[in-house]
T-cell receptor
Framework: DAEITQSPRHKITETGRQVTLACHQTWNHNNMFWYRQDLGHGLRLIHYSYGVQDTNKGEVSDGYSVSRSNTEDLPLTLESAASSQTSVYFC???????????FGQGTRLTVV | AQSVTQPDIHITVSEGASLELRCNYSYGATPYLFWYVQSPGQGLQLLLKYFSGDTLVQGIKGFEAEFKRSQSSFNLRKPSVHWSDAAEYFC?????????FGKGTTLSVSS
């Protein structure tokens, strides 16, 4: 079965360190997304990609970057981790930009 | 701007009672609408979706939702809630930049 996997599931890092969260999908979807989930805010879009070499900023992109070198992967990098980036991060993929999205299990990131 | 509002942050219903979770959206064109459920520590699972056609859509786990254009609403319903339905529920609208989510409603089920 097709799936979308995130790694690691949990990570603790120190302020100022660079962190990369992995996302791999086997749906063969062109569209991939990164969201963060925080209490009281729901899910907010960080970055999205419509295909290889395409990346776009979402609502809360400051301090984050992504790259898309193949269809399957969209890693999310925190250039210099801050405590405000402590959150649960979800990767998703979809066939179309406004169609249903399939989500990974999430990565819980704690910045200390 | 496109947005989704879920007016109820937390709802508690008795097991066996009916459920309605509210969702209002703001979107210029005909919306694509979704309801997702998230159990603790898990990712989001699609319950149902509306693209066009019949305004009453059926989903998994006995859920249904009704699209009302005049009220800009897409409320989720279930006739009889089970304890396993306790979770967080998200309404979303499809936009060019992916899905825009409401802030969610936490459902608690009392025995």
């Amino acid at each position: 079965d097709a799936e979308i996997t995130q790694s690691p599931r949990h990570k603790i890092t120190e302020t100022g360190r660079q962190v990369t969260l992995a996302c791999h999908q086997t749906w063969n979807h062109n569209n991939m997304f990164w969201y963060r989930q925080d209490l009281g805010h729901g899910l907010r879009l960080i970055h999205y990609s419509y295909g290889v070499q395409d990346t776009n900023k979402g609502e809360v992109s400051d301090g984050y970057s992504v790259s898309r070198s193949n269809t399957e992967d969209l890693p999310l990098t925190l250039e210099s981790a801050a405590s405000s980036q402590t959150s649960v991060y979800f990767c998703a993929s979809s066939e179309g930009g406004n169609t249903e999205a399939f989500f990974g299990q999430g990565t819980r990131l704690t910045v200390v | 701007a496109q947005s989704v509002t879920q007016p109820d942050i937390h709802i508690t219903v008795s097991e066996g009672a009916s459920l309605e979770l509210r969702c209002n959206y703001s979107y210029g064109a005909t919306p694509y609408l979704f309801w997702y459920v998230q159990s603790p520590g898990q990712g989001l699972q699609l319950l149902l979706k509306y693209f066009s056609g019949d305004t009453l859509v059926q989903g998994i786990k006995g859920f249904e939702a009704e699209f009302k254009r005049s009220q800009s609403s897409f409320n989720l319903r279930k006739p009889s809630v089970h304890w396993s339905d306790a979770a967080e529920y998200f309404c979303a609208v499809g936009a060019l930049v992916g899905l825009i989510f409401g802030k969610g409603t936490t459902l608690s089920v009392s025995s």
